[in-house]
């Protein structure tokens, strides 16, 4: 006859776990592990790249910083950045603007390049009204002073004329000019071109006629006027 124990007397057999079971855990949480890994070194890299993007984007908008004290400014290539009126072809430095002023004007100049061939006064039986000057045909003749020209062109007994008022109010009458350069109206500087020496109208020869007119009296005598201006006539070097 059979015994049979008591169940708390019974001994209680455990399967035990198959190789299988243990290889397929130790997959699975390796396959855990690994993906974990992963996804922290996706968010890494993530974050590196937002962190070079925004690093980025400052250097370009954040201005260059000064030069220290005894250091070599860096060098740009950007013409706007050495010159502000340089375009984007344009490499040539801004112009320097000349360091000293510069050197006055003479109020007073001789009209024509020739010496003193006549004189203010009674001449031939009638009054000649200025002085005149022996220059080559063709040479310049330029303004004394100052002033506007008031008349230009034809005139009897000269030729042509040009009459200039000068800086004193009086009136410089310039006669028997080959080829006249300026217009009425045009103001002129002392020095300036205004005609070339001729001999139209009454003349025996290339030269330059020059009277000074003065308001209310009529002609005066030039040399005395221009010596009154440091102007001495007949001191000429040609």
Known sequence: M????????????????????????????????????????????????QITTVAATSDAAA????????????TSHD??????????????????????PEPPRPATVRPADGALSSGFGARWGTSH????????????????????????????????????????GSVGVYGHMQDILVGVGQQVRAGDVIATVGSRGQSTG????????????????PQPWLAARGMDVNNYPG
């Not at 009126?85 to 360091?99: K, L, S």
């Not at 003749?141 to 230009?152: L, N, Q, W």
């Not at 030269?207 to 002609?219: A, D, F, I, R, T």
Request: proline share 14%; aromatic share 8%.
């Open 63 to 74: 201005p260059a910083a000064p030069a220290a004290p005894g250091e070599q400014p860096a």
């Open 2 to 49: 059979p015994v049979t124990l008591p169940l708390p007397f019974r001994k209680l057999t455990v399967p035990p776990i198959g190789r299988r079971h243990l290889t397929t855990q130790v997959v699975a949480t390796s396959t855990a592990l690994c993906a974990g890994f992963a996804l922290f070194a996706a968010g890494a890299d993530s974050d590196n790249e």
């Open 129 to 168: 009204n200025g002085i005149d000057f022996a220059a080559d045909m063709g040479s310049p003749i330029r303004s004394v002073t100052d002033g506007v020209v008031i008349e230009a062109g034809p005139a009897t007994g000269f030729g042509l004329w040009v009459r200039v008022q000068q800086d004193d």
């Open 206 to 221: 290339p030269h330059l006629h020059y009277e000074v007119h003065q308001p209310g009296v009529g002609p005066v005598d």
């Open 79 to 100: 013409p706007a950045a050495w010159d502000p009126h340089a375009t984007a072809g344009d490499h040539q430095p801004a112009p320097v603007a000349w360091p000293f």
